[in-house]
């Protein structure tokens, strides 16, 4: 079984910065995709950036700039840098691990809050 634990939220004000972390463990196939994903209270889960185990990034058009995402294979961890942050960011944040073997396997984390303040 694959657990994802993710670290890092907290209350920031708008233009500040946060650094989200996200460590799998567990039976995880080589090749894969990390990612993070956020939803504010209402609306539905969105992407805001992943990154596969090759190294390409994909970015959601509201964090380009802002946001960075990267990874340590070695480690099985993602990190999100967030920098300039607005209150419209202020959503739970959720780490995701995709990959195929023979079928498609989802994972996420927990959740972690991310409040930026006006």
């Known amino acids: 079984q694959v657990q994802l634990v993710e670290s890092g939220g907290g209350l920031v004000q708008a233009g500040g910065s946060l650094r989200l972390s996200c460590a799998a463990s567990?039976?995880?196939?080589?090749?894969?995709?990390m990612g993070w994903y956020r939803q504010a209270p209402g609306k539905q889960r969105e992407l805001v950036a992943t990154v596969t185990s090759g190294g390409l990034t994909n970015y959601a058009d509201s964090v380009k700039g802002r946001f960075t995402i990267s990874r340590d294979n070695a480690k099985n961890t993602v990190y999100l840098q967030m920098n300039n942050l607005r209150p419209e960011d202020t959503a739970v944040y959720y780490c995701?691990?995709?990959?195929?073997?023979?079928?498609?396997?989802?994972?996420w984390g927990q959740g972690t809050q991310v409040t930026v303040s006006s």
């Open positions: 995701s691990l995709t990959y195929y073997h023979l079928r498609k396997y989802d994972y």
């Open positions: 567990g039976s995880i196939f080589s090749i894969n995709a």
